[in-house]
């Protein structure tokens, strides 16, 4: 069964940091992009960054290209997703995502994910 499950959530105030891991299981992860997508109320699903298990390549929005890092930890089938410097806008439902995939983009992350998890709240007080 494949299972993509999602931690690190919670309330931050702006300009605070925090982290959130994925950890997979029930599929091949070195042979995954696996990647965060992010949804806040009333507006449209944005894909924020994704990493290649398989080579370590990364893309990142522009909305958080200096602000965010991910990295993969193959040993542990675990992404990491370190948010610096969160403001308001940052405040989404955040899922964890994989493709099967031989490289990680914006278009990947937008149609092209073939498993979810359940996704995990991050709320940026003012």
């Known amino acids: 069964e494949v299972q993509l499950v999602e931690s690190g959530g919670g309330l931050v105030q702006a300009g605070g940091s925090l982290g959130l891991s994925c950890v997979a299981s029930?599929?091949?992860?070195?042979?995954?992009?696996i990647g965060w997508i992010r949804q806040a109320p009333g507006k449209e699903r944005e894909g924020v960054s994704c990493?290649?298990?398989?080579?370590?390549?990364?893309y990142y929005a522009d909305s958080v290209k200096g602000r965010f890092t991910i990295s993969s930890d193959n040993a542990k089938n675990t992404v990491h997703l370190q948010m610096n410097s969160l403001n308001a806008e940052d405040t989404a439902d955040y899922y964890c995502a994989a493709s099967l995939s031989t490289w990680c983009d914006k278009n990947i992350l937008q149609a092209g994910m073939n498993y979810w998890g359940k996704g995990t709240l991050v709320t940026v007080s003012p």
């Open positions: 990493v290649s298990s398989s080579d370590g390549s990364t």
């Open positions: 029930g599929f091949p992860f070195d042979e995954y992009v």
